[in-house]
């Protein structure tokens, strides 16, 4: 079978990082085009992708007919004006998370994926939550349905970040962050987020003047299970993605450090990651290659824009529980058929 050709959308931190994986480590497709309208971020994008060529626009990329999917790695704000065109071809997509900042967009995408499904007779857009393909989360949800360590009761998540772009603002803190928690605590306790809360920590001054955080959110889910996540982005020593579950007979924690330890010179330690991009560069490298399986024979292989519909809705309560610091109910629409 010939490599499926993937055009890349965006050439930033994420869109560079899976432009790399694509050529180097993923099996059956290659990079055909890079879209980017910054010249210089596509030079060096097309630096790691022989062969590719360098559209501004995807509309001019899909003319060309040089494209068999896409994977969208632009900010989310600019992901809906370039799933449409993806959607009108009838071309398989990988969105990067957020779906859609906000619900409304996403119901919108929702209505033009059944549109589109209903030519080519299946879902076109898969949504990049990576930590679905994480070993350790996976190991987790099994351990949950297996239920050898009893109920699952509660969840204890860490999500630290070194620091952030100036770009990166206070709802980021839910719709571009949290989001990943918002999704993956129903991944594990396969019930929906009903009702969300968020506290302010003392804020620490070593964070941006425009944001407030550490913030402490809660998530109910409909099945009991409380998930308390801390979310900081400004902890300077590297990033940290940890969860410890609690049970009626034990506790399990994912999410340490890996890596050698040293002890040396009346000290002892290990190497902590800086990025995501090395936290979860396996959960990325295994999220592509069963996308791209999955495309091949007309399928997906993971979130749906339905569950990115989902942490949208989740995220719009969770943002106003961020500025209320009330309890927000989330509300969600009945799920289309298309989705079931
Ligand atoms: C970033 O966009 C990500 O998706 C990372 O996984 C997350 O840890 C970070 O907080 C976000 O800003």
Redesign the pocket.
């Known amino acids: 079978m010939p490599d499926l050709k993937i055009a890349v959308v965006g050439a930033g931190?994420?869109g560079a990082d899976h432009v790399i994986r694509i050529t180097e480590r993923i099996a059956g497709a290659r990079v055909s085009v890079i879209v980017e309208p910054d010249e210089s971020r596509a030079q060096a994008a097309l630096a790691h992708a022989p062969g590719a060529m360098h559209f501004t626009k995807l509309e001019d990329a899909l003319a060309a007919g040089v494209v068999d999917a896409v994977l969208i790695a632009t900010p989310g704000q600019f992901h809906e004006p370039v799933l449409f065109p993806a959607l009108a071809a009838g071309i398989p997509i990988l969105c990067?998370?957020p779906l859609t900042p906000t619900p409304e967009a996403s119901l919108r995408i929702l209505e033009a994926e059944q549109a589109a499904g209903a030519v080519v007779g299946h879902k076109l857009i898969q949504v990049g939550f990576?930590?679905r393909f994480d070993a350790e989360y996976i190991e987790l949800r099994d351990l949950i349905v297996a239920g050898t360590a009893g109920e699952l009761l509660a969840l204890n998540c860490a999500?630290?970040?070194g620091m952030?772009p100036d770009s990166?603002t206070n709802s980021?803190?839910i719709e571009?962050?949290?989001?990943?928690e918002i999704d993956v605590v129903r991944f594990l306790t396969d019930s929906p987020i009903v009702a969300i809360e968020v506290k302010h920590g003392k804020r620490n001054t070593l964070s941006p003047d425009h944001l407030n955080e550490p913030i402490f959110v809660l998530l109910y889910t409909e099945s009991g299970v409380l998930a308390n996540v801390e979310?900081n982005?400004s902890v300077q020593f590297g990033?940290q993605?940890k969860t410890e579950a609690v049970f009626q007979k034990g506790i399990a924690e994912i999410g340490r450090t890996a890596g050698m330890t040293l002890w040396q010179d009346g000290r002892y330690g290990g190497v902590e990651n800086a990025?995501?991009k090395t936290?979860?560069a396996a959960a990325y490298d295994n999220q592509i290659q069963r996308w791209v399986n999955a495309t091949k024979r007309g399928e997906i292989d993971g979130p749906s824009a339905w569950d990115g519909y989902l942490a949208s809705a989740a995220c719009a309560a969770g943002v106003t529980a961020l500025t209320t610091s009330e309890l927000v109910d989330v509300v969600y629409v009945e799920r289309p058929a298309f989705y079931n």
Do not use: W
Request: proline content about 0%; charged content about 25%; cysteine-free.
């Open positions: 931190l994420m990067e998370k990576m930590r999500h630290r970040n952030v990166y980021m803190l571009d962050s949290v989001v990943h979310m982005v990033y993605v990025s995501f936290r979860f």
